[in-house]
C-alpha cells in the first residue's frame, strides 16, 4: 500500500510503501539550510541564513555586521528584488535560477598579523588600503572559479577585476564593499558580494544582455545543483580566509593563467578622458598593466 507524501507541496518526490519505508526519488533545486548541510562541515550553518526573498544580500549583510555579525557570515537567498553590480548597476537576480551571496569578513579575526588588511578596524581608511580592495576582489574571483571548477568540472575564465565568464559570456560577477564609521573613517568590515546565473535560459534575460551574459547550465548544457554549489562557495571563501595573504603566489598564478582580458583591447579613463589600451599583463598587486598607442605603458586599479 502507498502512503501519500507529506512533502509534495515542497517539491521532494518520495515513494513510500507499509512495511517497506520511504525512498526520496527527487528533490527540488533549492538553497537551503537543510539542503546545505550534507555539503559542509558540522556547524558551518550555523553562520549561514536562507532567505526566501531580500532586497540585497549585501545590504541583509551589512545591516547583520552593524548588529555584530560574526565573521564568516553568509546570507543567501533565492531571490533579489534589489540586487546591485558594479558602478551601481542592477544585477539580474530572479527567483530560484542563481546563487547570490554574501560573505562578512571582519579584518581582524580573518587575516593574520602579516596581511595588509589587519588592522584595517583600528585605522581610518585611505586610498591606499582601499586598493587591496581589488587583490581581494581577484582572490575572491580565483576561490569563486575554484568551487565552479569543483562541481562543474569546467574552470572560468576571469575577467578583469571580477567577472566570472564561460564562452566569453559573464556568468557571474563580484561586489566587494567596505563598512566604514561615518565620525572616525575606521573601516568596520568587508561584504563580499557574489552573484552567479544558474539556470536562466537566452529568452529570460533582458534583451540587451542577452549576447553578452549567460548562465552554467546554458554553457555546460546539462543541470546543476545550486545548494552544492553554494556550499563549494562557501568553503572557497573560508579558504581564502585562511590563505590570505600567505598564498599569493597561487592565487596570482591561477587569476593570470584564467584572465581573459589579456592582450585585448581596454577602455581606460585617463586624465577625465576615455582611451584605448591593450592589456599586456597583470601585475603582482593584481592590477592590469595597460599599453597605450603612444607605447606609453601605465597600471590600472579599477574598471572604467
Known sequence: ????????????????????????????????????????????????????????????????????????????????????????????????????????????????????????????????????????????????????????????QIGWINDILLNGKKCGGILTELSIESETGQIQSIVIGIGLNITEKKTEFPKGLRESVSSLSLELKHSINRAQLAAAMITSLDQLCMDFPSRKEHYLSAYRTHCSTLHKTVSVLRSGREQTATATAVNDDFSLQVTYPDGSTEAVFTRK
Not at 548588529?67 to 537567498?77: S, T
Request: with cysteine; net charge negative.
Open 1 to 156: 500500500m502507498l502512503r501519500s507524501n507529506p512533502f509534495a507541496a515542497e517539491g521532494y518526490e518520495i515513494l513510500s510503501t507499509t512495511n517497506k519505508g520511504y525512498l526520496l526519488t527527487g528533490s527540488p533545486d533549492l538553497i537551503s539550510i537543510g539542503e546545505l548541510m550534507p555539503f559542509l562541515p558540522k556547524n558551518r550553518t550555523d553562520r549561514i541564513l536562507c532567505l526566501e526573498s531580500v532586497n540585497s544580500t549585501n545590504k541583509y549583510l551589512r545591516d547583520l555586521a552593524y548588529e555584530g555579525a560574526p565573521h564568516g557570515q553568509v546570507v543567501l537567498a533565492n531571490k533579489q528584488t534589489d540586487g546591485k553590480g558594479r558602478s551601481g548597476s542592477s544585477f539580474f537576480s530572479p527567483k530560484d535560477q542563481g546563487i547570490y551571496l554574501s560573505y562578512l569578513i571582519l579584518c581582524d579575526e580573518a587575516f593574520t598579523e602579516t596581511s595588509d588588511l589587519k588592522g584595517f578596524g583600528n585605522e581610518p581608511a585611505t586610498s591606499e588600503k582601499a586598493q587591496h580592495l581589488t587583490t581581494l576582489s581577484a582572490w575572491v574571483a580565483v576561490a569563486v572559479s575554484d568551487a565552479i571548477e569543483k562541481v562543474c568540472g569546467i574552470r572560468p
